[in-house]
């Protein structure tokens, strides 16, 4: 696996279907982008989110350049923290180790490169998948708010997840 620039001409028309389904769209996004997802809204907020905190996306490809995963990532100058947000993965290779295998390739990114002291990140507890994928990785708890976000009749708190560098 290989992580490369997110290039949008050639990889939304792809990663605009990966998430078919409301609610997990919710889980993976806030509803920061619409549902289900449009080019200008994707673009809207990818632009906000390197205007206001210097994201960049990210795909993992296979060696032969398929897709297997999309992410952003920043680097707060402030704590020397990295912050990935917007992960997903494709959905044929969702459940077969695809995920773990890009966080380890973003976390290592973020060590080697971006040389900061800890990648967190956000989720859900109620995204069950997510967060023990994870888990598996090294992350761990740092704090949940609670009912940090609605999603119709739910209420769903927000687990703030920390890997420190070792």
Do not use: Q
Request: charged share 30%.
């Amino acid at each position: 696996m290989r992580l490369r620039p997110y290039i949008e001409c050639k990889d939304y028309d792809e990663i605009k279907d990966w998430i078919t389904e409301e609610r997990t769209h919710a889980m993976w996004c806030a509803n920061l982008i619409k549902f289900p997802i449009e080019k200008g809204d994707f673009e809207r907020v990818m632009k906000e989110a390197a205007e206001r905190f210097g994201d960049s996306p990210y795909v993992a490809t296979s060696d032969d350049g398929e897709l297997i995963g999309f992410f952003c990532y920043s680097t707060n100058l402030e704590t020397n923290e990295g912050m990935l947000k917007f992960v997903m993965t494709n959905p044929k290779y969702r459940g077969k180790g695809f995920g773990k295998e890009m966080l380890k390739l973003a976390v290592l990114y973020a060590f080697d490169i971006t040389k900061v002291e800890a990648v967190h990140l956000n989720v859900f507890p109620e995204n069950i998948k997510a967060k023990k994928c994870y888990e598996a990785v090294g992350f761990t708890e740092r704090k949940t708010d609670l009912n940090a976000f609605a999603y119709k009749d739910e209420s769903w708190d927000r687990c703030n997840m920390i890997i420190k560098s070792s």
